[in-house]
């Protein structure tokens, strides 16, 4: 079974650019989360989607958003960005309930220059 | 707010011996604590978790030890090996009200020496 799938890998945007990520979770996976990790601030959660729904949301400013496609794809847009917005950007699925595990994707690594 | 606490930020131990990893949180409305651990350049790998009906849970060399009373978790691996070598993230959810959302704590690296 495939595992979380991120692309690209890597990514280089300059400051006030926009950046689209993409996430294809574990065949069978209704559930997409988001998470930031950056050095001073660990993993943070960014949002969730559930059947094309936001679920939950992070405190993120309204710069980031996401959607989920009816196959359960997911993509995380960044608009006008920051050099703080440079990070690994991860991405994970899980079943259904939120007991269910999340299993991650290797994540996408964003420069801001 | 930092709900999730590792006060640890790194953990060096022999081949062989135990590692235990400590996590505490502040939020009472967790429910649900997982650990997982990352090599560079890969994703968290999901090690093991516990519900907080539970105050244990073991997975091989792997056990969970949950004290909610004082709000205290924690990881032994037993015993230690090099390729256990990585960053172990704790985390925790309120499976009520938060979906799938995990808080995670800042991380431990472990170094396993032979």
């Known amino acids: 079974k495939a595992g979380v799938t991120q692309t690209p890998r890597y990514l280089i945007k300059t400051r006030g650019q926009q950046v689209t990520l993409s996430c294809s979770p574990i065949s069978g996976h209704r559930s997409v989360s988001w998470y930031q990790q950056t050095p001073g601030q660990g993993l943070q959660f960014l949002f969730e989607y559930f059947s094309e729904t936001q679920r939950n949301k992070g405190n993120f400013p309204g710069r980031f958003s996401g959607r989920q496609f009816s196959n359960s794809r997911s993509e995380m847009n960044v608009s006008t960005l920051e050099l703080g917005d440079s990070a690994l950007y991860l991405c994970a699925s899980s079943l259904a309930s939120s007991k269910n595990i999340q299993y991650f994707g290797a994540g996408t690594r964003l420069s801001v220059l | 707010d930092q709900q999730v606490k590792q006060n640890s930020p790194s953990l060096s131990v022999q081949e062989g011996r135990i590692s235990i990893l400590n996590c505490d949180y502040t939020n009472s409305m967790f429910d649900y604590f997982l650990w997982y651990k990352k090599y560079p350049a890969e994703g968290p790998t999901f090690l093991i978790s516990?519900?907080?009906?539970?105050d244990k849970n073991e997975d091989g060399r792997f056990t969970v030890f949950l004290n909610k009373s004082a709000k205290h978790l924690s990881l032994h691996i037993v015993p230690s090996q090099p390729g256990d070598s990585a960053v172990y993230f704790c985390?925790?959810?309120?499976?009520?009200?938060?979906?799938?959302?995990?808080?995670f704590g800042e991380g431990t690296q472990l170094t396993v020496n032979p």
């Open positions: 985390a925790a959810s309120v499976s009520e009200t938060s979906g799938s959302r995990l808080t």
């Open positions: 516990i519900s907080s009906i539970k």
